[in-house]
């Protein structure tokens, strides 16, 4: 029953690969006697991060949450940066300053939340190396409740959404 779930999880996974969504699903937490879920539970689409030669950079892309509960990103890592922060991009004095998400982000059950230039999205500081256009950089989402979620994203050029960064202002 167990091969079959996998088998079930994996075809999901890949038919999502070929819609352009890069993923490792994320199950949700199996309330105890029920069913685990066959299929994705968060996913991420069209997933791009800003090219940068140095100092920071920042990823972006669509999560969909399938389950019938929020899902909360507590944190991101990746292997080109060895700071990576959730960040939301708010107003502060005419102007709009970028700082960490505190309590992190909320895919709304059965929604999205969209990660974009200019609002939510997650931030790599101290790049150990340039992000050229056209590379695969791998992210690992912490979830909330020990799940993690791995996606690759497609380095883009981009020049907009020149928000200030605001340290201090997040954890």
Known sequence: MQFRHALIAAAAA????????????????????SPRPTGPVLTIADPWVKTAAKGMSAAFGTLTNTSGQDITVLSASTPVSPMVELHETVEDGGKSVMRA???????????????????????????KEPVLPGAEVRFSLALAGGA?????????????????YQPGHGG
């Open 14 to 33: 890949l038919s999502l690969a070929a819609c352009g969504t890069t993923t490792t699903p994320a199950a949700a937490p199996a309330a105890s006697g």
């Open 101 to 127: 998400k505190q309590g992190g982000f909320v895919v709304p059950a059965n929604g999205t939340l969209e990660l974009k230039p200019g609002g939510n999205h997650i931030m790599l500081m101290g790049l």
């Open 148 to 164: 993690t979620m791995e996606f690759t994203a497609v380095g883009k050029d981009f020049a907009g959404a020149n928000e200030t």
